[in-house]
């Protein structure tokens, strides 16, 4: 170029250059400022929602006014006054005569209760005595007379039919009126099972269920057993003292049998009784 043909020319150009980019550069740092968007003109008030305050922290929401505040108080106040006055009117003597009075009449109610209860319950053991010891006579009075017709006639011991049966010297028809024609034992309450004694203090058997005959033996079984209140046998231990035989397959159908007897229901008995039931087991039957 014919402009920076010498080295004077190139100097200045080169001076110039620098000159213009630290003029651009200086507007950017040291340029006139302003205001984006430009500042308002007049006088600031202070954010607020009363007429008068107090203290140094500016609130960033709301302020109830003086005036609610001290209606509310005035309220509040008043009610606490109310409740005051309510209490001062209830005597603390008062109120322990109400709390004994509730809780004397809360214990009577109970006793009444447990007195209702346990004479229904009383009620209750004494109807099934009743009605086991009336199912009892009835099955007495039918196994009568059905030994009535079985044997000829049979009314009392002053009968007219012939014959008899026992094992002593003397003349008769040896055994109870009430028993089985068929059992070779003669004495006790009347046994099931190849015979036997039900002995339970004055309490009698409802159900006398015999026991399974399945054995090669015989012999006496003596069974000790214990007994509820409701006449259920909750134990039974086959060939204590005074049993002939105790081969397991005797003891064992013994003591079914022996469960599953049912006594008469007795209130006042122990809740346990104990008692005894024997069994005569013959191979001869």
Known sequence: ?????????????????????????????????????????????NFGTSDVGSGNIQP???LK??????????QQEAQEEQVQEAITET??????????????????????????????????L??????????????????????????????DANGKATGGEGNDNAAGDKGKITGDPNASGYYGSGGSGSGGDYQLGNRKPLSRPKPDYICNEEGLVIVSIEVD????????????????????????????????????PDAKAPSKQVGIIKYRFSLSQ
């Not at 006014?65 to 005035?74: D, G, L, N, T």
């Not at 099934?128 to 049979?154: C, F, M, T």
């Not at 259920?232 to 003891?251: D, E, F, Q």
Request: aromatic share 4%.
């Open 229 to 264: 209140v409701n006449g259920k046998v909750i134990k039974a231990t086959p060939g204590v003292k005074g049993s002939t035989n105790t081969a397991s397959c005797l003891l064992t159908q013994a003591k079914e049998a022996a469960l599953k007897t049912k006594w008469e």
């Open 65 to 74: 006014s003086i005036s609610e505040e001290i209606v509310e108080q005035e």
């Open 1 to 45: 170029m014919s402009f920076l043909d010498t080295k004077h020319k190139r100097k200045s150009a080169l001076l110039t250059t620098l000159i213009m980019i630290l003029l651009i550069v200086s507007l950017f740092f040291v340029g006139l400022k302003y205001i984006d968007p430009p500042e308002e003109y007049g006088i600031a008030v």
């Open 91 to 124: 005597s603390p003597t008062t109120s322990k005569e109400v709390l004994t009075q509730n809780t004397e009449d809360a214990l009577v109610i109970k006793k009444q209760n447990e007195a209702k209860k346990k004479a229904e319950e009383e009620a209750k």
């Open 60 to 62: 960033t929401e709301p």
């Open 126 to 155: 004494e109807k099934e005595r009743k009605e086991a010891i009336a199912k009892q006579k009835a099955e007495e009075e039918a196994k009568k007379k059905n030994l009535d017709a079985l044997i000829g006639g049979i009314k």
